[in-house]
Each structure stands twice: as structure tokens, then as C-alpha cells.
């Protein structure tokens, strides 16, 4: 991920935390500025690894030749 795309991605969550700044209640302005930022860190976190795959318990296969099971 560039510079760039992180800013992009950034950018784009900034009118929804400037949109915080009306809520008056601080419990409310907690849980949405909270779900943001976890909203900004698995963009973050997708563009850096991968989308996330459809069956996250899905394991890799087993690569039975390489030796490392030892019984």
C-alpha cells in the first residue's frame, strides 16, 4: 500500500468523523468514532494482505511432503 492509498482510505472516513463532532452525548461519539477507525483499520488491513476470504475458518491445505510432521 502507498502513501497515497492510505490517505485515500483515510480520506475518505473524514466527513463521517467530522459528523461526530454534533453528537452531544460522549457514549455515542465513543462507540461511532471507535467503529470507524475499525472500519478504517481492516480497509487498512485488506489492502495491505488480501480480502478477507468468504470461509474464515477455511484452513490452507496441508503440505504433506515437507517433512516438518513428525509422528
Known amino acids: 500500500m502507498t ?3 492510505f490517505l485515500q482510505l483515510a480520506g475518505n472516513r473524514y466527513d463521517e ?7 452531544d452525548n ?3 461519539y465513543e462507540k461511532g468514532f471507535v467503529g470507524i ?8 488491513l485488506e489492502k495491505n494482505l ?3 476470504p468468504k ?9 504433506s511432503g515437507s517433512g ?4
Open 3 to 5: 502513501r497515497d492509498e
Open 68 to 71: 516438518d510432521n513428525k509422528q
Open 37 to 44: 477507525w475499525q472500519s478504517l483499520g481492516r480497509s487498512v
Open 17 to 23: 468523523l467530522q459528523a461526530l463532532n454534533k453528537i
Open 50 to 52: 488480501g480480502a478477507v
Open 26 to 28: 460522549f457514549y455515542d
Open 55 to 63: 470461509d474464515k475458518r477455511k484452513k490452507k491445505p496441508h503440505d
